[in-house]
């Protein structure tokens, strides 16, 4: 089992920015790719960005430019620096760990809310 704990949600004006982190436990050696989503009212879980143990990284198209996810293999957590939000980007985000068997863990959640 893999455990992961988010934090850094909340609410911002648009065009701020917010730092999300999420931080890995347990049977660590299992994953591959970590990432976030985020799931708007009434609409479907989106990947936002993701990141391989090995550094490649993966956008989704409209916060490329915006967003850079960030990840420390050997503190075994990942990040997502978000820039430039805009109302569209409110969402719970989760962050997300992938093994090599391609089993997918959850956080529990987090808030953002981009509104003036």
């Known amino acids: 089992q893999v455990q992961l704990v988010e934090s850094g949600g909340g609410l911002v004006q648009p065009g701020g920015s917010l730092r999300l982190s999420c931080a890995a436990s347990g049977r660590i050696f299992n994953i591959n790719a970590m990432g976030w989503y985020r799931q708007a009212p009434g609409k479907e879980r989106e990947l936002v960005a993701d990141i391989t143990r090995g550094g490649t990284t993966k956008y989704e198209d409209s916060v490329k430019g915006r967003f850079t996810i960030s990840r420390d293999n050997a503190k075994n957590t990942v990040d997502l620096q978000m820039n430039s939000l805009k109302p569209e980007d409110t969402a719970v985000y989760y962050c997300?760990?992938?093994?090599?068997?391609?089993?997918?863990?959850w956080g529990q959640g987090t808030q953002v809310t981009v509104s003036s």
């Open positions: 997300n760990a992938q093994t090599w068997s391609r089993v997918n863990y």
